[in-house]
Nanobody
Framework: QVQLIESGGGLVQAGGSLRLSCEASTRTFSTYAMGWFRQAPGKEREFVSAISWIGDSTYYADSVKGRFTISRDNDKNTLYLQMNSLKPEDTAVYYC????????????WGQGTQVTVSS
């Protein structure tokens, strides 16, 4: 199991930006695929973005493509999510996840960070 701690959430106006961070407590961070998920009130958790072990492959949900950018710094054991052009519908608790493959349901999860976008 990997301990993951998200940060960077907050309240922002529509059209604004936030950068989320997820710090992992492992010496083998570069061996984990990483992902971001979110859950809005009353809705199921949904996939946002994922990145491969060395960052050469990235994946996005259609709803965030072109607005969000996932990246990682393996030297700092940290995952990032740059969120631009935020919309009220991006309001959710954002979670990072780590897994040896992209099967995040079987991996480790952080406690989440709240993102609220006001209109």
């Amino acid at each position: 199991q990997v301990q993951l701690i998200e940060s960077g959430g907050g309240l922002v106006q529509a059209g604004g930006s936030l950068r989320l961070s997820c710090e992992a407590s492992t010496r083998t961070f570069s061996t984990y695929a990483m992902g971001w998920f979110r859950q809005a009130p009353g809705k199921e958790r949904e996939f946002v973005s994922a990145i491969s072990w060395i960052g050469d492959s990235t994946y996005y949900a259609d709803s965030v493509k072109g607005r969000f950018t996932i990246s990682r710094d393996n030297d700092k054991n940290t995952l990032y999510l740059q969120m631009n052009s935020l919309k009220p519908e991006d309001t959710a608790v954002y979670y990072c996840a780590a897994a040896k493959t992209f099967s995040f349901d079987k991996g480790s999860w952080g406690q989440g960070t709240q993102v609220t976008v006001s209109s």
